[in-house]
């Protein structure tokens, strides 16, 4: 009976097991082509010829911290910091996921969409080893077709958006932001020195501080050396220095031909801003006044950590933060005010 009953426990025991190893979807499905970590990645626009340039090149750079890098041999060969599109670009490319796969034997049926040279070709480096991949136009379904130059006769369908984003302007692909903020950071202190011709220097700091409340949130505490200052103030500060961006590059042929040097040493006014990311990184700004005029709009010279360059920005920049350095002045000489209207005789006489 022992017997029978121990026959009976490891039969539902060896069951159950089978059950938990067997069953459906346990294992995560993975449809990606492949898994890599490209360090650079060339776009050749068109036929490729011994002596053709790429017509643009995407690196990543940085073992502990990522950096990545965009350059256009002919058009914008200097090299500069990209912005989130080309990260995604290698996220796309180091993973990609395959919609469907043909052979040779398919050739009749997908003749039209069948990789060709005119629409170019694209080199994935990850270190001695180089993908060259092939491509056929874009299909009505927006997908396409990729071949491996390595293994010739099988076409991947791939979404096009992956191409796509290689074929954007160059410019597209730089990063024009100065400001990172990684998750859960927020701006700690905000230093701005503005000095104008034939005005005293103007120094601020403003200090910024987050309190927790009850139901998840914050309260946002801004204050200077001279006392507290309402949030509004701080935080529409805070926005108007998230604000500057590049916005016209020094390469770009509507700006090459200015010679920024003059204006940058002849500027009236000089706005200094460095701040400090909680979590994040501290960051150093200078705007300087310039007015230069190209194509009805106005812009000031950016001069900032992504790379040695002198940039144009809006030239709203310098104005906007001036005027709100005047609106926290007020704050404070109403304050003033406020206080000798409750005490006008002052402290009393001392007997």
């Known amino acids: 009976m022992k017997s029978r009953s121990l026959w009976i426990f490891l039969l539902a025991l060896g069951l159950l097991i089978a059950l938990v190893l067997l069953q459906p979807g346990t294992e995560e499905e993975d449809d990606s082509l492949w898994r890599k ?24 750079e940085g073992l502990v ?45 997908l003749e039209a969409f069948l990789p060709q040279a005119a629409e170019g070709e694209l080199e994935l480096s990850e270190g001695q080893q180089t993908l060259r991949l092939t491509f056929g136009p874009k299909m009505p379904s927006g997908n396409l077709l990729m071949e ?21 302007d160059p410019l597209q692909l730089r990063e024009r932001r100065m400001l990172h903020y990684p998750s859960e950071s927020y701006t700690a202190s905000i230093r701005i020195h503005l000095r104008e011709s034939g005005k005293p220097d103007r120094d601020y700091v403003l200090s910024h501080e987050r309190e927790k409340k009850e139901d998840g949130g914050y309260d946002d505490l801004w204050q200077t050396s001279r006392g507290p200052i309402p949030f509004n103030l701080g935080n529409q500060m805070d926005n108007m220095v998230k604000a500057i961006q590049i916005d016209r590059f020094n390469d770009e042929a509507t700006v090459k031909a200015y010679d920024l040097n003059p204006l940058r040493e002849k500027a009236t006014q ?37 790379g040695d360059f002198t940039d144009l920005t809006a030239e709203r920049h310098i104005r906007e933060i001036s005027r709100q ?21 002052g402290p009393p006489d001392k007997p």
Do not use: C
Not at 152 to 166: E, H, N, T, V
Not at 280 to 303: H, N, Q, V
């Open 270 to 306: 000089i706005l200094k801003i460095e701040v400090d990311i909680a979590r994040g990184k501290k960051t150093t700004l200078e705007l300087r006044k310039a007015g230069l005029r190209i194509e009805a709009e106005s812009y000031d010279l950016l001069l900032h950590p992504l």
């Open 148 to 168: 491996n130059q390595a293994e010739s006769g099988r076409y991947l369908l791939l979404p096009a958006f992956m191409l796509d984003k290689l074929r954007f």
């Open 325 to 345: 350095l005047g609106e926290i002045d007020a704050h404070y000489e109403a304050q003033k005010k406020a206080g000798e209207k409750k005490d006008p005789a």
């Open 65 to 109: 911290e990522e950096e990545f890098f965009v350059e256009s041999p002919d058009r914008f060969p200097v090299k500069r910091r990209a912005n989130h599109t080309a990260r995604m670009v290698f996220r796309e490319w180091n993973k990609p996921t395959v919609k469907g796969e043909y052979s040779a034997k398919d050739r009749r049926e």
């Open 37 to 60: 970590n490209f360090s650079q990645i060339t776009y050749y626009a068109g036929p490729r010829k011994a002596d053709s340039t790429p017509a643009i090149v995407l690196r990543r």
